[in-house]
């Protein structure tokens, strides 16, 4: 009896079945918690689902590559997303063209600004390298933001694992930011949380109000395609 | 859904092609991205089927963030040594990106497009 469970325990370890449905599981349960405590950005899905994972291999003593064999299916997901960004953005271009002036001036100026601050802050607090090239990217999708991570010679899952905090920091802290700094338009708060902050910053605007949301979703769109371009090319002028 | 599915992934493997033989900067799935992008602008509409599935991929994007999230399993080492720097650049540089963007975004608004709580009209919905 033991020894059949054993066999069953060392095949499931081995089969990407395991891992896809266990993240899956614990996603579905991070959603459950969110929505049953009352939608607090701090409990945010993304954030259990990731600690649950994490526990569970952690405890039955299984690596991070052989999870990621059964999970690769849901992260390969990523790029075909990013494709479809092209959609909420063809969709919003009559709003976009209205305030294109006003949306590219923000767009280049608050990109640097989330950009270069932090690369800033990781090099004053003494980082390493690695850790700096890894941090830049961060407020862009994870998919955009791991492929430049790559280019300028960071690690793709560390730039993952930021992106992932700064979509967290921004959805539990953002509100309050933009109330310190008094800022109303709807359009202005949504744009901000979309630029600093892709898609857990989108989904957090969306959670308060509709303008707010369709404007995060072009920010995160707009500085995704901003940092994807500008990033490389600053790497290359700035160590060659 | 199939079709839709089809036309991602046809629109990623371009980009990642066009990315790889012209040596661009740009990760594939941007180029795709800007490749059905200009491809709806010229077909000057999204096809209901399109819009259906993108939005339900689109919808459960954040699930797809999970697999690299739990790579924080691999990085504890790092995140324990370079601790103050990365939490100081995470917080500092995120708020700070959020306040800047927002505060600019509003000052210009009230210059050139004062409608400060306006409803959008929606009339660009398919």
């Known amino acids: 009896m033991s020894a059949d469970l054993h066999q069953i325990w060392v095949y499931l370890s081995a089969s990407p079945l395991a891992g896809l449905t266990l993240t899956l599981v614990a996603y579905q349960i991070g959603l459950w918690i969110f929505e049953k405590l009352g939608r607090r950005p701090v409990l945010n899905p993304v954030l259990i689902a990731v600690v649950l994972i994490a526990g569970t291999l952690s405890l039955s003593g299984i690596d991070y590559r052989t999870y990621f064999d059964g999970a690769q299916f849901v992260h390969f997901l990523l790029g075909p997303a990013t494709v479809a960004l092209a959609i909420p953005l063809y969709n919003q271009f009559q709003e976009v063209r209205r305030s294109a002036l006003a949306l590219l001036v923000a767009l280049l100026v608050g990109s640097a600004a989330s950009a270069l601050s932090a690369v800033a802050l990781v090099w004053t607090f003494g980082g390493s390298k690695a850790t700096i090239l890894s941090m830049a990217p961060k407020s862009v999708t994870s998919p955009i933001a791991m492929g430049v991570s790559e280019q300028i010679g960071g690690l793709p899952s560390l730039t993952a694992v930021f992106v992932i905090i700064t979509g967290i920091v921004a959805a539990s802290l953002g509100t309050w930011v933009l109330n310190l700094v008094r800022v109303r338009d709807w359009r202005a708060r949504g744009f901000g949380m979309g630029v600093a902050a892709h898609g857990i910053g989108t989904a957090r605007a969306l959670q308060v109000n509709e303008v707010a949301g369709a404007f995060a979703g072009l920010g995160m769109g707009l500085n995704g395609l901003a940092t994807a371009l500008l990033l490389p090319t600053l790497y290359h002028l700035i160590w060659g | ?126």
């Not at chain 2, 994007?61 to 990085?75: I, K, R, T």
Request: glycine share 12%; net charge negative.
């Open chain 2, 1 to 126: 859904m199939l079709g839709t599915l089809t036309l991602l992934l046809l629109c990623q493997l371009a980009g990642e092609l066009a990315a790889r033989l012209l040596h661009l900067p740009v990760p594939g799935p941007v180029l795709g991205m800007l490749l059905l992008f200009a491809g709806l602008l010229l077909r000057g509409g999204v096809p209901d089927t399109v819009q259906d599935t993108a939005g339900g991929l689109l919808r459960h994007l954040s699930l797809l963030f999970v697999p690299a999230g739990v790579g924080v399993m691999v990085h504890v080492t790092r995140l324990e040594t370079e601790a103050l720097p990365i939490v100081a650049a995470l917080f500092g540089s995120t708020l700070f990106g959020i306040a800047v963007t927002a505060k600019l975004m509003a000052f210009l608004l009230s210059r050139i497009d004062p409608r400060l709580e306006e409803e959008p009209t929606g009339e660009d919905r398919p």
